[in-house]
């Protein structure tokens, strides 16, 4: 039995959208190719609301945090650590023999502005990382005001993970000032793994220039040069993940960006709501993700036992990550689930648990 899946990526792939995979194949230096890649482009750049370059790269989002790194530092990085992935960008950034300094909070915990503006008043640094979703605490960091910061100078890029808010969570990555936006295709895109996308400011580009030790697969310039001389990608493309991707952004437009922005906070509400009247948000308080819930486990229930049950009826939830594992459960909202389908999960964990 498929279990449907209410954990923070893979998420639920429509039917549909898991059919548009399954084409006849297409030489990725075809027309046809050409025509699919430059129109996912497009679609992106429109639902997104900019014109920054835009690359989907066959790869997970992970790939695309080291390229903003390899693109965007040769020296000295800040990277804001309070959880999981934030805690990677740092790893990242030293594992490509960069200078990184960290902002290390404890997890739930989120950055704040003035924490940056210090460290920024401090050293010249070249790029800030932030986590936007922080997925293994449940955490949204308030970019906003990071970006307000950010502002005051403006020789500092800003890379930004979003690999599990994009698409489901308002980033107006252009008025940001975002530089290296990252996110992956199977989270709020609601799409199967295996491609990344970047979306990369002119202000990026223009420092990727002199900066050494970029690599190959994940140069920035290389993939711009290629697309704007073919409308391609240097390497062989997953091909019929992108026929898929292409499917969703058109229904992604059909729904329209503000009512998927108002359906995931519904759904965030909603569990949010109940956790905190059965149990407890891991989360600081105020800084709650509108895609990913982190429920801290004051009953001490076995989380495991109770994804068993929820197995047997077609529903799976998220373990705590990592070090946070039975102490806190995950239930994601993201993607193309409806409100209906997180109350019927919530319904299955209210009854196994005599809630
Ligand atoms: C916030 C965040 N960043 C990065 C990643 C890594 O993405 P990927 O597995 O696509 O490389 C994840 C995956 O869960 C994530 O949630």
């Given at each position: ?46 639902l ?20 903003a ?44 502005p ?33 970006a ?12 930004v ?8 969570d ?14 992956s ?34 140069n ?37 960006m503000?009512?998927?922005?108002k ?14 009247k059965?149990?407890?948000?891991y ?17 001490g ?55």
């Open positions: 039995m498929h279990k449907k899946l209410f954990i923070p990526g893979p998420t639920e792939v429509r039917d549909d959208i898991l059919n548009a995979q399954a084409q006849p194949m297409i030489g990725h230096r075809m027309k046809a190719f050409t025509a699919l890649y430059t129109g996912i482009v497009s679609k992106l750049q429109e997104l609301q900019t014109k920054n370059f835009v690359t989907v790269l066959t790869a997970s989002g992970t790939a695309l945090m080291e390229a790194i390899r693109n965007c530092v040769s020296k000295d990085v800040l990277c804001c650590t309070y959880g999981a992935f934030s805690e990677r960008w740092l790893k990242i950034a030293k594992a490509c023999d960069r200078n990184a300094d960290a902002i290390a909070l404890d997890w739930g915990k989120v950055v704040k003035e924490m940056i503006e210090e460290k920024l008043k401090a050293k010249k640094y070249e790029a800030v990382t932030v986590v936007q979703n922080e997925t293994s605490t449940g955490t949204r960091a308030p970019i906003e005001e990071i307000e910061v950010m502002k005051k100078y403006p020789d500092v890029l800003l890379l993970d979003t690999v599990s808010s994009l698409m489901g308002k980033i107006e990555i252009e008025k940001l000032g975002i530089d290296v936006c990252v996110s295709s199977q989270k709020c895109f609601a799409l199967p793994p295996g491609l990344a996308v970047g979306i990369v400011s002119d202000k990026a580009l223009k420092k990727a220039e002199n900066v050494p030790g970029k690599g190959h697969y994940l920035l310039l290389d993939l711009k040069a290629y697309f704007d001389k073919k409308g391609q990608t240097p390497t062989t493309p997953a091909i019929s993940l992108m026929w898929a991707m292409d499917k969703q952004l058109e229904k992604i437009k059909a729904e329209g503000d009512n998927r922005y359906r995931h906070l519904e759904m965030a509400h909603y569990v949010q709501d109940w956790a905190k059965h149990f407890d948000l989360t600081e308080a105020g800084y709650e993700s509108v895609t990913v819930t982190c429920i801290n486990n004051t009953k229930i076995s989380v495991a036992d109770l994804n068993t049950e929820l197995g047997k009826r077609g529903y799976a939830i998220s373990n705590g990550y990592g070090k946070i594992k039975e102490q806190t459960f995950r239930i994601a909202h993201m993607g193309d689930l409806t409100l209906d389908e997180v109350k019927e999960v919530i319904k299955n964990i209210d009854d196994i648990l005599k809630l």
